[in-house]
């Protein structure tokens, strides 16, 4: 059988089937089943994530007066990220390189022992869509409801219960949309500010964008999203092994499938099954899926993984007295195994993918905890003045201008000493510190800040050997004692 979302087929017979590339969308209803330990699994994974998304931003962290004190803040206009005790300037943007890879490679270890877990239970889009389509059902009923009112003409009832539902996503869109922003500025006065409207239009224009997401991506698009748009469903089988557990349909035992013809009262169930499959065909299955599918076709592009099939096909084995599982959420190895009438074994969990995951997961941790526990605590950058690249100067000599940045990144004014190298004779001017022709400048920036100085450099004509002459800016931190190294050029005229 064609799931609801697979391609429409033209069945004319003889010769070659032509496939249409496209299929009509057709909406589906999922049932919602409100027990089974994957049903209460979900509801577990859905507050703490959401309580988690709402929490952080109000979580404080002292990092002494003036500064930010929220733990977790991307401060766009302060061009700061702030997580509990890290603070990333915007040149240490690798440390969000490396915990994106750790990211990404984490989930590539989950998905090779737990299959789709992340699709099925911790995305935003399956997390939020779950709660869309609890807050549907309160308002239009269940599954068989929905679907006779969307068939049915508008009625002063229909309006209600679709009004109240709307009002209820766009209320959780607006919160969810209050919860992004919340991240990029100090909660509690952003909060303030958007109520009293005193906030930016930026603020109110992105609480907006994301506010629109979640009721568009949730409310209407839902399985779409996974089915059409994600690019994860579309390559995360090759992270699958035999050991991967997936949720899958037991055919060995549930084929031939059949109604179950008055019922299991006062009947036993050995014999009632005896020379049949366990599948009663009651399509409880296909009703719960949030994707529409129907799982006994085998593993599905479609299908998230989110195991409420089993939680379905468990709930309908009980109540025919027959073994759980027919729906199983296990290795392939296993479900193999069973068929054969073999026992199944635990799963395995060092395979060679999982620890090639997990090691490279180790190197680069390992990496970004050593560049954090070595992270500098100042850093400078030098550009050469390019117009004019040197002024030649009386008494044969020559200079060159620079802008010298230095980032002071502790919380107190900075200390710094500049000499420089490789010009024979050369010697320092700053703007704005006193002296010239000076072989070591002393400089102060303000704590947590950039000071920025034009510097020029001097040095005698008769000393240059070349038009471009490697130079070296030698930064000493006075208060750690710490060195950067600076390569530049002095730039002269052509030597005859
Ligand atoms: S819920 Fe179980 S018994 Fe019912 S149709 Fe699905 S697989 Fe068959
Ligand atoms: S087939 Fe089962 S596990 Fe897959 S999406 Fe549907 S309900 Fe979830």
Same mark, same amino acid.
Do not use: H
């Given at each position: 059988m064609l799931s609801a979302n697979e391609a429409a087929v033209d069945q004319t017979p003889p010769g070659p089937r032509k496939v249409s590339l496209y299929a009509s969308h057709i909406k589906a209803y999922p049932r919602?089943?409100?027990?089974g330990t994957f049903r209460r699994l979900k509801w577990l994974v859905m507050f703490v994530l959401l309580g988690i998304f709402w929490a952080m931003p109000w979580i404080r962290w002292d990092r002494g007066p003036g500064a930010a004190s929220q733990a977790i803040l991307i401060d766009l206009p302060g061009r700061r990220a702030y997580f509990f005790a890290i603070e990333i300037w915007p040149q240490e943007i690798y440390y969000l390189t490396g915990l994106l890879i750790i990211a990404a490679l984490g989930l590539f270890f989950i998905s090779a022992l737990l299959g789709r877990v992340w699709c099925g239970f911790t995305c935003f889009q399956t997390v939020w869509t779950d709660l869309y389509v609890w807050i549907e059902q309160k308002f239009e009923g269940d599954r068989n409801r929905r679907m006779q009112r969307d068939r049915a003409p508008w009625s002063v009832e229909k309006a209600l219960r679709k009004g109240g539902k709307h009002a209820c996503w766009i209320a959780i869109s607006l919160l969810s949309g209050w919860g992004f922003v919340l991240y990029f500025d100090n909660a509690p006065t952003l909060t303030h500010d958007l109520l009293t409207g005193q906030a930016s239009v930026n603020a109110y224009g992105f609480m907006a964008l994301f506010s629109i997401f979640p009721y568009l991506l949730a409310g209407f698009a839902r399985e779409q999203v996974c089915i059409y748009m994600c690019p994860y469903s579309r390559f995360q $089988?090759?992270?699958?092994?035999?050991h991967s557990l997936i949720v899958s349909y037991e055919a060995w035992r549930g084929e031939p499938r059949g109604k179950l013809g008055g019922g299991m009262q006062g009947r036993d169930a050995a014999a009632v099954f005896g020379g049949r499959g366990h599948c009663v065909d009651c399509k409880l299955c296909v009703q719960v899926c949030p994707t529409g599918i129907d799982i006994r076709n085998g $593993?599905?592009?479609?299908?998230?993984?989110?195991a409420l099939c089993v939680d379905a096909c468990d709930s309908v084995m009980d109540r025919v007295g027959l073994p759980r599982g027919l729906i199983s959420y296990d290795s392939s190895f296993n479900q193999m195994a069973r068929a054969k009438g073999e026992p199944a074994s635990k799963t395995k969990l060092w395979r060679p993918r999982t620890f090639v995951y997990l090691t490279v997961i180790g190197l680069v941790g390992a990496v970004m905890v050593y560049a954090l526990s070595t992270r500098k605590t100042f850093d400078t950058n030098i550009l050469h003045e390019r117009s004019p690249v040197y002024v030649e100067l009386s008494g044969n000599r020559v200079r060159n201008g620079y802008t010298l940045k230095i980032l002071n990144m502790v919380r107190r004014e900075g200390h710094f000493r500049l000499t420089l190298e490789g010009v024979q004779g050369a010697t320092m001017a700053v703007i704005g510190t006193d002296g010239d022709g000076l072989s070591a400048v002393d400089l102060t920036t303000p704590a947590d800040d950039v000071g920025t100085f034009r510097l020029f450099v001097t040095a005698p004509k008769a000393s240059l050997k070349g038009k471009k002459i490697d130079m070296t800016l030698v930064l000493t931190n006075?208060?750690?004692?710490r060195i950067i190294r600076h390569q530049n050029l002095f730039v002269g005229p052509d030597q005859e």
């Open positions: 919602f089943l409100n027990k $089988s090759a992270m699958f092994d035999e $593993s599905q592009l479609a299908c998230i993984g989110c006075l208060d750690t004692g």
